[in-house]
C-alpha cells in the first residue's frame, strides 16, 4: 500500500484564504442587510401587564457583631507568598475562614487569618513587625 501524497498547508486552503493571504488589502465586508420597515415587520403582541408584589418591612436585622480583631494597617503592597502545607491545616483553615464570613468576625479570608497568624509568631518568637 502507499501513503497519499502529503499536501503543503497552502493546498489546504480555499482560494478566498489563499487570495486574502497573497493580497495586501483586506476582502471587501459582506453588505449589511437592509432595515425592514416597522409597517412590515412582524406584529408583535402587547405584553402581559406586570403585577406588583406589595411591598412587606424588611426583616428585622440583628446588630452587625463588632470584630473580634482589628484589620491590619493598609498595606503599600502585598507580596506573593507560595508554601505547601499539610491538608489538614488547610482544610481547617478554609472551615475557620468560610466560618467567620458570615459573622464578618476579622479576620475572614484566609489571607487574612494566615497573615495575622504569621504576625502573631513572628512577634512571639522576637521579630515584631514595624507598620
Not at 27 to 33: H, T, Y
Not at 86 to 91: E, G, T
Not at 98 to 111: D, E, N, S
Request: aromatic fraction near 6%; charge should be positive; charged fraction near 20%.
Amino acid at each position: 500500500m502507499s501513503k497519499p501524497a502529503r499536501l503543503s498547508i497552502v493546498q489546504t486552503l480555499s482560494e478566498e484564504q489563499r487570495s486574502f493571504l497573497e493580497n495586501d488589502s483586506p476582502p471587501e465586508p459582506a453588505p449589511l442587510p437592509k432595515p425592514v420597515p416597522e409597517a412590515e415587520a412582524a406584529p408583535q403582541q402587547k405584553a402581559a401587564p406586570r403585577r406588583r408584589t406589595p411591598r412587606t418591612k424588611p426583616a428585622q436585622q440583628s446588630p452587625a457583631p463588632t470584630p473580634t480583631a482589628q484589620p491590619m494597617a493598609e498595606p503599600f503592597g502585598f507580596a506573593t507568598l507560595t508554601h505547601r502545607i499539610r491538608p489538614a491545616i488547610l482544610q481547617r483553615l478554609q472551615q475557620a475562614a468560610a466560618a467567620r464570613k458570615p459573622l464578618r468576625q476579622f479576620p475572614w479570608t484566609q489571607q487574612d487569618i494566615v497573615e495575622h497568624a504569621l504576625a502573631e509568631w513572628l512577634s512571639r518568637n522576637g521579630f515584631p513587625i514595624n507598620d
